[in-house]
């Protein structure tokens, strides 16, 4: 087995690509060792110390890093125990954990806009953002707010803060009139 790695924008996290699928759709996000009861996978990466967060995409594996650790003295250890699980058989999430799909429901008077900044975040959004090693989701608009999580690579990224607001910001009041802002929210 062969794993690929490519920076991302946060020098904190790396994309580890193992070259097969590691959650066929959705993501899923480990901010913490502690959040990853769920995922065999996740809790092999967290057995590497230094290791700060974990998160999954379709193919990637993105991992963030504390500040005190150097990748060169991690790295190793992350490859192994990323070869490890999948030489192992074990499932990458436990049980009946499902990946979150970042939708939250939304009805009401504002429902149709919703479903825009829903279809402008999965076509557009969300693939560039995967690209980097992390991903974006939507939860919430009110009075032309719209408010995000940012997970992976994403979160705590030094440019997140130009990602929203200069970025998807920008694409979503083009697209949608009655957006006047986006803002990140912690989960």
């Known amino acids: 087995m062969f ?7 946060n020098p904190a996290t790396l994309k580890f690509l193992p070259g097969q699928a590691v959650l066929g759709t959705g993501t899923a996000d480990f901010p913490s060792a502690d959040s ?3 995922s065999p996978l996740a809790k092999r990466v967290f057995a590497v110390a230094g290791v700060t967060g974990v998160f999954f995409g379709g193919d990637f594996i993105t991992v963030t890093k504390g500040d005190d650790v150097e990748w060169d003295h991690i790295k190793p250890g992350i490859l192994g125990a990323i070869m490890e699980h999948f030489q192992s058989g074990d499932p990458v999430m436990a049980g009946d954990a499902t990946a979150a799909s970042g939708h939250a429901e ?7 806009i919703v479903g825009q900044i ?11 953002v995967a690209q980097d090693g992390g991903d974006i989701t939507f939860h919430g608009f009110d009075r032309g707010v719209v408010y995000l999580h940012m997970q992976g690579a994403c ?6 803060t130009l990602t929203l607001k200069m970025g998807i910001e920008n694409l979503l009041r083009h ?11 912690a989960v």
């Not at 794993?3 to 924008?9: A, D, G, L, W």
């Not at 697209?175 to 802002?181: D, F, L, R, S």
């Open 175 to 185: 697209y949608i009139p009655e957006v006047t802002e986006v803002r990140p929210v």
């Open 3 to 9: 794993i690929q790695t490519e920076s991302t924008p």
């Open 118 to 128: 829903k279809e402008l975040l999965d076509t557009r959004v969300r693939p560039a």
């Open 106 to 112: 939304h009805t009401g008077e504002d429902g149709e």
């Open 155 to 160: 979160a705590g990224c030094p440019s997140s």
């Open 36 to 38: 990853s009861d769920a």
